[in-house]
């Protein structure tokens, strides 16, 4: 069984950090594509961050320089260090495992149940 938690969400003022850590179980985690991604009321889920196996980064661009994705392949988490929040960052922050492969064709992708980050102003 699969299992990805999330933690490490709250309230903080604008300006401040946060750090979410998601723990996973039940994969191989250290092949996972990780990412988080975030959904504010009435918008669309977006993506975050992600970072391969290999420990590529991306960022999308409204958190380059303010947000950094890690990982412990031996603790099997991944971590999303957040500075200099914005009211803007404020959605449920939510973890995702994705492992895609072309030959063969396969894909295992989970998600998390999700964490509130609220900024206020």
């Known amino acids: 069984q699969v299992q990805l938690v999330e933690s490490g969400g709250g309230l903080v003022q604008a300006g401040g950090s946060l750090r979410l850590s998601c723990a996973a179980s039940?994969?191989?985690?250290?092949?996972?594509?990780m990412g988080w991604y975030r959904q504010a009321p009435g918008k669309q889920r977006d993506l975050v961050a992600t970072?391969?196996?290999?420990?590529?980064?991306n960022y999308t661009d409204s958190v380059k320089g303010r947000f950094t994705i890690s990982r412990d392949n031996g603790k099997k988490t991944v971590y999303l260090q957040m500075n200099s929040l914005k009211p803007e960052d404020t959605a449920v922050y939510y973890c995702?495992?994705?492992?895609?492969?072309?030959?063969?064709?396969?894909?295992?992708?989970?998600w998390g149940q999700g964490t509130q980050v609220t900024v206020s102003s």
């Open positions: 039940g994969i191989i985690f250290s092949i996972y594509t």
């Open positions: 995702n495992a994705d492992y895609t492969t072309l030959v063969p064709p396969q894909k295992y992708d989970y």
């Open positions: 970072i391969t196996s290999g420990s590529r980064t």
